[in-house]
């Protein structure tokens, strides 16, 4: 099943709700960052993965602020399909085998 929250807001209310496998968001958010609300879903127990999207350039500074919030991964938009495919697969498949 497939979800859309268009703010951190509903997203957070989301993902307690319904428990996903995987949350994917972008970096900008209407009402916050991505980054904050990472912390707030790993601050509310939320451990499944997380991967952050954004068109920032900075990769590496904002790969590291993304992981260090909780993120799982980070992709840069646009991305090619193959990539991003790969990405959800190894954060699903390491998700598995850690619970």
């Not at 497939?2 to 428990?19: E, T």
């Not at 904050?36 to 790993?42: G, P, V």
């Amino acid at each position: 099943m497939v979800d859309i929250a268009r703010d951190a807001r509903n997203g957070l209310i989301k993902a307690a709700d319904g428990n996903p496998d995987l949350i994917l968001m972008d970096i900008f958010l209407p009402d916050t960052l991505g980054v904050d609300a990472t912390i707030k879903l790993r601050e509310n127990g939320f451990k499944k993965p997380i991967i952050l999207f954004s068109v920032l350039s900075e990769i590496e500074g904002i790969a590291k602020e993304a992981k260090r919030a909780g993120a799982d991964d980070y992709i840069t938009k646009p991305f090619e399909v193959d990539d991003f495919v790969n990405i959800v697969k190894c954060s699903l498949k390491e998700n598995v085998t850690t619970l």
